[in-house]
């Protein structure tokens, strides 16, 4: 079975202020993608990143960058200087390989962030 | 990047009658697109999961008869709310997955979602 799990359900910070989101996950398969979304009060989810099991390499991407991490299933998002355009819900999710067929996305319950200026 | 759109975006009716909410896929063909429903504050539910030119996975609780999915070509799904109730007031989400060659990593992108609020 997988599962996502998001322990914060809601982050305060102000504007300049690092923050990292906490994402574990579960799951038996070897093959799998982890992926980070943000959800604006618009309710379109945005497409962060994707990364797959074999590849434990961080990523940075301008303000952000997440820490993937096997020995302790997790795989965290940092966003650095937050700023309030990043106040969204960000949803960790995860995809894992049945043969050859990659199955459905778990999402983690999300996580609020909330950035004040 | 593909682009999966959602019509209508917005969706107000009285309880009793059924609404129809469309998912495409605009520049790339679906092999599989997914229906999820979100209430407020809370996480992304998967409804079900259809195939082109086959009958929808619905997950365990979610009412086949209630929540219609056809999925009749690769770039169209359509799910009908029947009798929508109060109840069935949500933010529904699809998203549509990439046909990409084997072995090759099928991306799949969501539609930017339909408010439906039932009377």
């Known amino acids: 079975a997988q599962k996502v799990t998001q322990a914060q359900t809601e982050i305060s910070v102000v504007e300049k202020e690092d923050v990292t989101l906490d994402c574990v996950y579960e799951?038996?398969?070897?093959?799998?993608?982890l992926f980070w979304y943000k959800q604006p009060p618009s309710g379109e989810l945005v497409f962060l990143i994707r990364?797959?099991?074999?590849?434990?390499q961080n990523e940075i991407s301008g303000r952000y960058s997440w820490n993937f991490q096997k020995s302790t299933s997790s795989f965290n998002f940092t966003i650095t200087a937050s700023q309030v355009v990043d106040s969204a819900v960000y949803f960790c999710?995860?995809?894992?390989?049945?043969?050859?067929?990659?199955?459905?996305?778990?999402f983690g319950r999300g996580t609020q962030l909330t950035v004040w200026p | 990047g593909a682009v999966v759109s959602q019509h209508p975006s917005r969706v107000i009716c009285k309880s009793g009658t059924s609404v129809k909410i469309e998912c495409r896929s605009l520049?790339?063909?679906?092999?599989?697109m997914f229906w999820y429903r979100q209430f407020p504050k809370q996480s992304l539910m998967l409804m079900a999961t259809?195939?082109?030119?086959?009958?929808?996975?619905?997950e365990q609780g979610v009412e086949k008869d209630k929540f219609l999915i056809n999925h009749a070509s690769l770039t169209l799904s359509t799910l009908t709310v029947t009798s929508a109730h109060p109840e069935d007031s949500s933010f529904y989400i699809c998203?549509?997955?990439?046909?990409?060659?084997?072995?090759?990593?099928?991306?799949?992108?969501f539609g930017p979602g339909t408010r439906l609020t039932v009377l």
């Open positions: 998203s549509a997955r990439v046909r990409v060659g084997r072995g090759a990593y099928n991306e799949q992108f």
């Open positions: 799951t038996r398969d070897t093959t799998y993608y």
């Open positions: 990364r797959n099991s074999f590849d434990e």
């Open positions: 999710a995860l995809s894992a390989y049945r043969g050859s067929t990659l199955g459905r996305l778990y």
């Open positions: 520049d790339f063909q679906a092999t599989t």
């Open positions: 259809s195939n082109e030119g086959s009958k929808a996975t619905y």
